[in-house]
C-alpha cells in the first residue's frame, strides 16, 4: 500500500467549504488505488499557519507530524505546495524567488505507462484532457492526443483525479463550460447537421440538456470510470460540479451569423485545396466499410450514410465496439461528405 503523492481536496457543504489533505494508495490486491485522508483542515486552513517577520510560512507542528509520518524529507515543501493559495502574495513572490525552476524535457513513455494508460485512462478523462490542452470542441480527431498527457493521471485514485481535473478546469471561464461539456460528453455524435461539430450554441439547448443529464448519469453507474471506488445511488460529488458548471452559467455568446458567413463565403470560393486524403491506407478503409475509398467516392450521399451508420453501429464503443476504428470510420466519413458537398 503506497501513496505517490499529495493532494488539497476541497468539499461543499451548503454555503462553506472544508479542506483535506489526502493522498492515493494502492490497494493491495488490485492495480487500483484510493484515497487516504491525511489531514482534516476542516474550514479554516490558514489557522494552520503563521508567518515569521509577516513573510515566511511557518506550520503547525501536528500538521506537520501527519506529513511526515508519509514524507520525513519534505514536508514543509509539500505543505507549501498544497496551501499556496492561502498564502499571501508577498510570501508566494517571496518563496517563488527560492524555488528551483528547472525545465525538464518529458522523457518518452515507457511500456508500462503506456499499458497503465490503456488500462486505467477512461475515455471521458481523454476528451476532457483533448478541450482542456487544445480547445477542439470536435472529438473526431481525439486518437491524435499525445499520450504524454495521461501521464499526470497515472498512479491515481479517481479521487485525486478528479481535483487534478478541478485545477486544469480553472483555465477555462464560464462561458466555454457548455462547450467544454458537450465536448467533454462528446454530444455531437446524436446530431447530424454538420455545425453540430464546431457550434453547439446552434442546436436545440433543451434536446443538449436532456443528453447531458443522461451522460452524467451513465457515467455515474460506470464502474470502468470509477477505478474501484464503491458506486452509490445518489449522483457522486465530482459529477455534481458538471451540473452546476452546465445549468448555472450562460453559455459564451459567439457571434453565429460571422460563423455561417465565414462558411459561406469559404464555400463559393473558385480556389479549392486538393482534396484532402485519409490519413489511413486503402487496406485499413477497405476494412472498415469493406469497400475500397475509389468506390465509397462514388456513392450518393444517402447510401455513404446508411453504409456508415451501419458499420457506426457495430464499432461505436458504447455498443462494445473500438474507440480507435470508430473514430478512423467518422473521419473517413466526415472527408467523403466534404468532398461531395464541393462537388
Known amino acids: 500500500m503506497t501513496g ?16 483535506q489533505i489526502r493522498r492515493s494508495c ?30 515566511i ?27 499556496w493559495d492561502f498564502l499571501p502574495g508577498q510570501t508566494r513572490d517571496i518563496l517563488s524567488r527560492f524555488s528551483r525552476k528547472t525545465y525538464n524535457r518529458p522523457r518518452p513513455l515507457n511500456e508500462s505507462e503506456r499499458e497503465e494508460i490503456a488500462r486505467t485512462v477512461h475515455i471521458f478523462d481523454r476528451r476532457r484532457l483533448y478541450y482542456l490542452y487544445y480547445g ?16 499526470p493521471l497515472l498512479h491515481k485514485s479517481r479521487d485525486e483525479r478528479e481535483f487534478y481535473f478541478r485545477n486544469l478546469e480553472r483555465q477555462i471561464s464560464p462561458g466555454e463550460y457548455h462547450n467544454y461539456l458537450y465536448a467533454a460528453f462528446n454530444l455531437q455524435r446524436y446530431f447530424d447537421v454538420s455545425y453540430a461539430a464546431f457550434l453547439p450554441e446552434a442546436l436545440s439547448f433543451d434536446e443538449i440538456s436532456e443528453l447531458m443529464a443522461e451522460a452524467i448519469c451513465q457515467l455515474n453507474e460506470d464502474t470502468a470510470f470509477w477505478l474501484g471506488e464503491e458506486l452509490h445511488d445518489l449522483l457522486h460529488q ?9 445549468f448555472d452559467f450562460s453559455p459564451q455568446q459567439r ?23 485519409p ?10 466499410f469493406s469497400l475500397p475509398y475509389a468506390q465509397l467516392k462514388k456513392m450518393e450521399k444517402q447510401e455513404l450514410t446508411r453504409l456508415y451508420r451501419q458499420k457506426a453501429m457495430q464499432l461505436h464503443p458504447d455498443q462494445g465496439g473500438d474507440q480507435e476504428l470508430f473514430v ?10 466534404a468532398g461531395k458537398k464541393q462537388q
Not at 477542439?136 to 501521464?151: G, S, V, W
Not at 490519413?279 to 472498415?288: A, N, Q, R
Not at 478512423?328 to 461528405?337: H, K, P
Request: with cysteine.
Open 4 to 19: 505517490r503523492t499529495m493532494y488539497l481536496a476541497s468539499i461543499r457543504h451548503g454555503e462553506s467549504t472544508f479542506y
Open 26 to 55: 494502492r490497494h493491495p490486491h488490485s492495480d487500483s488505488y484510493y484515497p487516504q485522508l491525511v489531514f482534516d483542515l476542516g474550514p479554516h486552513p490558514k489557522k494552520y499557519f503563521e508567518l515569521f517577520n509577516q513573510e
Open 57 to 83: 510560512p511557518l506550520f503547525d507542528t501536528t500538521l506537520l507530524e501527519a506529513i511526515e509520518e508519509h514524507c520525513p524529507d519534505s514536508s514543509e515543501i509539500i505543505l507549501e505546495k498544497l496551501l
Open 136 to 151: 477542439a470542441i470536435d472529438q473526431t480527431r481525439l486518437y491524435r492526443m499525445h499520450e504524454k498527457l495521461c501521464r
Open 238 to 246: 465530482h459529477l455534481q460540479r458538471y451540473l452546476f458548471m452546465f
Open 255 to 277: 457571434l453565429i451569423e460571422n460563423e455561417f458567413v465565414r462558411n459561406f463565403i469559404n464555400s463559393h470560393r473558385k480556389f479549392r485545396w486538393p482534396e484532402r486524403q
Open 279 to 288: 490519413d489511413v491506407t486503402d487496406e485499413k478503409v477497405i476494412s472498415l
Open 328 to 337: 478512423q470510420l467518422t473521419e473517413i466519413y466526415r472527408l467523403l461528405m
